[in-house]
């Protein structure tokens, strides 16, 4: 049956606009699933603990087209569930790290670790014991069990966790032949900091600031779904003034990182001017969101109630002479990088995603827009105050490094010009209202379009002002394991490139 | 062709002076001054990300930008802890980085020096000590020199770096002589 049958009989949800809960039986499970993937609808999330009411169970959340459908599934003391991993493929790293973390099992053959490398006991879970063994340091080494390419010629390259340039930690295992690419795996992980745990040593008011720090380059993309789920959660309303601001923040990260990215993806392809024109303005950005809101990076901007900062005249003139700069100087950079006939080739038909392998592997956001996929939270599923900006989505259908430069230009034109919009709609009135505490037992979603794509966070409030549990999900969860894709019968010197190209999360998926 | 010479021409030379140093980042005794001699204007960096949110790494991709321009000053981001002098460590340590923070930290040829990173990499942050992290980057190992923000602003990352290099209490030694020389020389 349809999944707006299932959807009928759901509750709503607090949150997000138009999210439900559905509590299925043990033999629903799998059906809503084929229902949701027949349907073609993304998963969102998958995750696992005490769920909503206080209880073990598994959870996965749905964006169907009526709304964001969260599966709930109690699990019994065995703490197998169906897996879902040949409707969803996504499902395989988040299933795995749901049993690191809690000792809730799929029921999917891949049962290798993935947030645990050997930092703790396979028998101890962190989400499922109040007290964890003491740590071992430093911890013994352990041995990932990689998928290994047989045959002549077919030789191995290691790289990682620690990078030759500044990035996150994570390892690459190619298996090669010559310098072409047979296959790529990911072993990520390395950056896990037990934020989940450390959500519930917390605050309901105060989870605000772990929830920016997730990803740092889309803190205000998770500080704002946590606070989205905590206000719904509280049943309170923002005065009109406060998500403005907060849209306003959003696409400041979203200008500063696609301006980051355009330098960085210029680099890696062997245009050094591209990084120091796109770096230098994305310095003269900071610097603005520096005077505007008294920080370079909005990791503390959004707080439950609104905003910890108004915007001021000086601020909001600084905001628009860096609109007015941008406006003038990415068009000619992108002009320059159209006409360079070595990007060009470089960019063409490298790591191409189509939209075919796209739909199947549930590519996500950005990278999802420049396989063909027309799908941007802030057009289709908005929430306050994007329903009324109109935003427009930025869509190619290339799936190569090329469509996701081409997306990412488009995207900064547009928040240039939601970034004066917002500047203009702006009434003066309070940015923040006092926030009182979520009754304990209350569940909650808030999910929001980063940069990189939809951030979800799962939230339920516990005794006292504390959070029982917390879920935030990075879109990078979703797009890793495409890039193992994308790289296939590339040769190894273009994965800098594509990878960067996606630039994806590791901070955000280890937790 | 045209057009990137005329944008080069356009923007001209946006590098502005670099920071002195400061001597309350500093949290182990300087090295001598033959050694500070020895590393003296070529600094190699190799950066470890031991588990942070990214934040700092940010924030490091930008001490490379035309405006701060760590590399005008001689200092430059290296491939490989065995061609580098300084390691500058960011994050609450994860126990998964940890092997690989201490094996990186014993590739690199001595004499070195540690620079530590933001408030994870001074004291855990807000993800503190815990199952899955270590905290504070000098629990790992030996850091000289802290710099504290979340993250910190690469202003601070690159008095950090030139404290690191000045001796103790001396603000008009070798390169903050020279650096600023190199300011004025732009």
């Known amino acids: ?511 | 062709m045209w057009k990137t010479l005329r944008q080069i021409a356009r923007v001209g030379i946006a590098t502005e002076n670099p920071p002195p140093p400061d001597e309350s980042l500093r949290t182990a005794q300087a090295l001598a001054e033959e050694v500070l001699k020895v590393l003296g204007r070529a600094l190699c960096i190799r950066h470890v990300d031991a588990g942070s949110c990214n934040g700092c790494e940010l924030e490091i991709h930008a001490l490379n930008n035309p405006i701060y321009n760590l590399e005008g000053l001689g200092i430059r981001f290296v491939a490989s802890p065995r061609h580098a002098d300084m390691l500058l460590v960011s994050g609450p340590v994860s126990r998964n980085m940890e092997v690989a923070l201490r094996r990186t930290y014993d590739a690199t040829p001595h004499p070195k020096l540690v620079v530590a990173l933001g408030d994870c990499g001074c004291t855990g942050g807000i993800f503190g000590t815990g199952y899955a992290t270590c905290g504070a980057v000098s629990r790992v190992i030996p850091v000289d020199v802290a710099v504290p923000g979340c993250p910190p602003t690469p202003t601070r990352i690159m008095q950090g770096i030139l404290t690191a290099l000045t001796q103790c209490g001396d603000q008009s030694s070798d390169l903050s002589t020279a650096s600023s020389k190199a300011g004025n020389a732009r």
């Open chain 1, 1 to 511: 049956m349809p999944l707006r049958t299932w959807w009928g009989s759901a509750r709503e949800l607090a949150g997000a606009p138009r999210a439900r809960l559905l509590a299925v039986a043990p033999e629903s499970w799998r059906e809503v699933m084929q229902d949701a993937a027949a349907g073609g609808a993304p998963l969102l999330a998958l995750w696992a603990g005490n769920g909503a009411p206080h209880q073990r169970a598994v959870c996965a959340a749905l964006m169907g087209d009526a709304g964001v459908l969260v599966i709930w599934l109690p699990v019994g003391d065995g703490g197998e569930y169906p897996g879902i991993q040949d409707l969803y493929p996504a499902a395989n790293r988040m299933q795995r790290a749901a049993a690191d973390l809690t000792g809730i099992r799929s029921s999917d053959p891949d049962r290798r670790p993935w947030l645990r490398h050997s930092a703790w006991p396979a028998d101890a879970w962190p989400l499922g014991s109040p007290s964890m063994p003491p740590p071992v340091s430093p911890p013994p080494i352990d041995d990932y069990a990689f998928v290994r390419v047989l045959g002549e010629g077919v030789h191995e390259v290691a790289v990682g966790p620690v990078h030759a340039g500044t990035i996150e930690p994570g390892h690459f295992r190619f298996s090669v032949v010559g310098e072409k690419v047979l296959r790529l795996e990911e072993r990520l992980g390395y950056a896990h900091k037990g934020i989940e745990r450390r959500f519930s040593e917390l605050g309901l008011l105060e989870g605000h600031r772990l929830a920016a720090r997730v990803s740092g380059d889309s803190a205000v993309a998770f500080s704002w779904a946590y606070c989205q789920a905590l206000e719904g959660m509280a049943a309170h309303d923002l005065p009109a003034r406060a998500p403005l601001l907060r849209a306003l923040a959003l696409e400041l990260e979203r200008c500063a990182n696609h301006l980051g990215d355009l330098g960085a993806i210029g680099n890696d392809a062997g245009f050094a001017f591209g990084l120091a024109q796109f770096s230098r303005l994305k310095e003269h950005l900071l610097r603005a969101t520096l005077q505007a809101f008294g920080q370079r990076y909005l990791l503390d901007f959004i707080v439950p109630g609104g905003t910890r900062v108004d915007l001021d005249a000086r601020g909001a003139d600084a905001l628009d002479e860096a609109m007015t700069l941008l406006s003038r100087e990415v068009p000619r950079l992108r002009d320059i990088y159209e006409e360079h006939a070595g990007l060009r080739d470089r960019f063409a038909g490298a790591g191409i995603v189509t939209l075919d392998l796209a739909v199947r592997l549930g590519l996500t956001g950005l990278a999802g827009r420049a396989s063909g996929q027309a799908f941007d939270l802030r057009v289709d599923h908005p929430w306050p105050p994007y329903a009324g900006l109109s935003v427009k989505k930025c869509v190619q259908s290339g799936g190569d490094v090329l469509a996701r430069v081409t997306v990412r230009f488009d995207e900064v034109r547009e928040s240039i010009r939601l970034v004066r919009r917002i500047l203009s709609d702006l009434d003066p009135g309070a940015h923040v209202i006092p926030m009182p505490d979520p009754d304990p037992g209350v569940f909650g979603v808030g999910l929001v379009e980063g940069w990189r794509g939809p951030v979800f966070v799962a939230l339920e409030a516990g005794e006292g002002g504390r959070v029982r549990r917390c879920h935030p999900h990075d879109p990078s969860w979703q797009n890793w394991p495409v890039l193992e894709h994308a790289i296939i019968g590339n040769i190894v010197p273009d994965f800098p490139l594509i990878n960067k190209s996606f630039n994806l999360s590791y901070s955000g998926p280890d937790l």
